[in-house]
């Protein structure tokens, strides 16, 4: 495990491989993949402070296609979601589905929240809301997760950028 870290911390130092490796990462845990983007954020800004930007950049760009891969995710599985729902739930999801068919493209601004987010992506596919308006909010949502995370870290660790 040592090894492991110690070879990821000397790629995180190299910025080429830095930002490919955190966009790939930040693509992969806006799936159903059980990975996490913000250490390795977080990791990035603190060994390469110059990158800041380019870091939130990279990585709500790739959070957000992870979740527009949600929404098509649930746009193609539309009839066989509706084959497998469980008729004894099926007022539960019936009125969820109201809930979220009402909020619209909105409702992908919560797509930065832990365990609903994922989800929240898929169902906007599944009740084939407007891709392009989703994609809009989750990149409001994901990218404003990540200037509170960043700046809220460096808060915390007293060290800033621009200082």
């Known amino acids: 495990m040592n090894g492991f870290l110690q070879a990821l911390l000397v790629q995180l130092s190299d910025p080429t491989y830095a930002l490919a490796l955190l966009f790939i990462v930040s693509l992969l845990a806006a ?5 996490g983007s913000e250490p390795l954020l977080l990791g990035l800004i603190t060994l390469q402070p110059d990158l800041l930007w380019p870091a939130l950049g990279v990585v709500t760009l790739g959070n957000t296609l992870g979740g527009v891969v949600g929404w098509w995710m649930g746009r193609s599985t539309a009839r066989w979601m509706a084959q497998r729902l469980d008729p004894e739930r099926s007022a539960r999801y019936a009125r ?9 493209p909105a409702a992908c601004l919560g797509s930065w929240l832990p365990v609903i987010g994922d989800p929240l992506c898929v169902l906007a596919g599944y009740l084939r809301l407007p891709l392009l308006p989703c994609a809009a909010y989750m990149a409001i949502g994901k990218g404003l997760r990540y200037l509170v995370l960043v700046f809220g870290w460096q808060w915390l660790m007293g060290v800033w950028p621009w200082a």
């Not at 799936?31 to 990975?35: E, Q, S």
């Not at 969820?96 to 619209?104: P, Q």
């Open 31 to 35: 799936t159903f993949v059980p990975l």
């Open 96 to 104: 969820a589905l109201r809930w979220l068919n009402k909020l619209g």
